[in-house]
């Protein structure tokens, strides 16, 4: 007796979910009680499962497809790489890969030369973190409890939120508090005070640790999965000067806000800081193949003229990779899909978004720019206490069934759709959000 074997193009949603649940070890899961959503395929701002229900996808996948699901030029590009060279050591010159290099230059602030390739954004803040303790001689990293920078060695332990762990590489790192005026830990009453009073508990910080035993803060530009905290007026100005003041290195975190996602290029360039690196990855080729890297300037680069880097990866600069750079930054410059991003946040997602706080309680502040916003759900208004994980639950059950894959983080709801969405898709989300938001609170 033969039996046969469903193909992948006649599989039902319930054998794709079951397959993978059986065989694949899901991350940041409890293994027993998953049930993993089947995506089978996407095109733009749209993901469909395997019985072909489409979705409009409000997630961008962990905030990741700036340019869209399957975009035809960087789909190319991969396949034409792929006809001419798969694999290439990192010790080898590569012309796709410099060219690469030069187009993630070109982005950075001025004085910024190299690129250090990784695999992903994890990595990258890994390598970060060793180059400044190598470039000054000392050892501590500060960064935030609100934030999240990956989940390996350092990474995870420089990460502020539930998953940071303490494990053999928590040498030397200090977490300290950054500015979220809605849940203000400084008594703050207005974006001045909160700004203010973060600056002067991180620079109390510095100081008990001892200036001189600090390598670098590393921070989100802005905060992403912690809750995309914009940072107030004068922050990360200020946290450059007490850099400055104590010899410390800044390092921007732009897995997530960069390439498009705030309407800016990189994030930072919105608020008139020049860091000392910047990790990246994730839009910078929407992760069509896994890479992420560290931007380097001139001072720290040429430290290591004479000295040896002690990094590298078999697949850094993988050549796959860097052609879907290339082509993703090329085509975000031909279709203008980072002024589409901030157009789109400024003219439609924030005006309809504080529309829809105008309107249900169970908003407590919406926040945000380009296609990277926030919205609090709260039990009530007054307290802010967050809506219990029940309700969240429901909720993002309700928005499913109607078509929107969304995106939450705790109590929030993450409204972060690919940066080419149209003001018409952006809409129609948003309008699907405002109905589940009425069925919600009948
Ligand atoms: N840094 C930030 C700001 C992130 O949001 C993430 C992932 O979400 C990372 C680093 C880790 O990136 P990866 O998952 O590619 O290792």
Redesign the pocket.
Known sequence: MTTSTPTAATLTNAEVSNADRSRVFHSWSAQGSLAPMAIAGGSGTTVWDAEGNHYLDFSSQ???VNIGHQHPKVVAAIQAQAEVLTTVAPAHANAVRAEAAQLIVDIAPEGFEKVFFT???????ENAIRMARLFTGRDKILSTYR??????GA?VVA?GDWRRIPNEYSRGHVHFFGPYLYRSEFWATSPEEESARALHHLERVVQAEGPDSIAAILL?TV???AGILTPPPGYLAGVREIADRYGILLIL?????GFGRTGEWLALDAFGVRPDLI?F??GVNS?YV?I?GVIIPGEIAHHFDDRVFPGGLTYSGHPLAAASVVATIEAMREEGVVDNAKRVGAEVIGPHLARLAGRHDVIGEVRGSGVFWAVELVEDRETRVPLAAASIGAFKSDLLTRGLLPFFADNRLHVVPPCVITAEDATRGLDIIDDALAAFSV
């Open positions: 962990l905030v990741n695999n992903g954004g994890a990595d990258a803040n934030s999240y920078h990956g989940n390996t990474a990460t989100e905060p992403g999965t975190d732009e897995v997530m806000a990790t990855a994730k992760g896994p992420g």
